[in-house]
Nanobody, 122 residues
Framework: QVQLVESGGGLVQPGGSLKLSCAAS????????MSWYRQAPGKQRELVAH???????NYADSVKGRFTISRDNAKRTVILQMNSLKPEDTAVYYC????????????????WGQGTQVTVSS
């Protein structure tokens, strides 16, 4: 009923930039918090950044000042602009959102995208 589709991952050199996008589709009534998580090999999935429907943002300490999260509510998308990338940013990045459906407007459920690989290497 809901799909989150990420795009924009790839290979980039240290110090470079990438922009990740995530588009939500389906029988959506409302989208609340939208987030980006990442999971590096052998490590737990961690929160990178999130943004509320009102535009309030929060970032992991490791990405503050380098990454920027934004959203377009009309297009149901969330963007992660990543600058000054480091090898330790290498991970699979996942989009996550709390969404209520047209068929159940009072109940929000949590949804995940399929992930997109980001590799920072020279």
């Amino acid at each position: 009923q809901v799909q989150l589709v990420e795009s924009g991952g790839g290979l980039v050199q240290p110090g470079g930039s990438l922009k990740l996008s995530c588009a939500a589709s389906g029988n959506i009534f409302s989208i609340y918090v939208m987030s980006w998580y990442r999971q590096a090999p052998g490590k737990q999935r961690e929160l990178v950044a999130h943004i509320t429907s009102g535009g309030n943002t929060n970032y992991a300490d490791s990405v503050k000042g380098r990454f920027t999260i934004s959203r377009d509510n009309a297009k149901r998308t969330v963007i992660l602009q990543m600058n000054s990338l480091k090898p330790e940013d290498t991970a699979v990045y996942y989009c996550n959102a709390d969404i209520s459906l047209i068929t159940s407007t009072l109940t929000a459920r949590n949804y995940w995208g399929q992930g997109t690989q980001v590799t920072v290497s020279s």
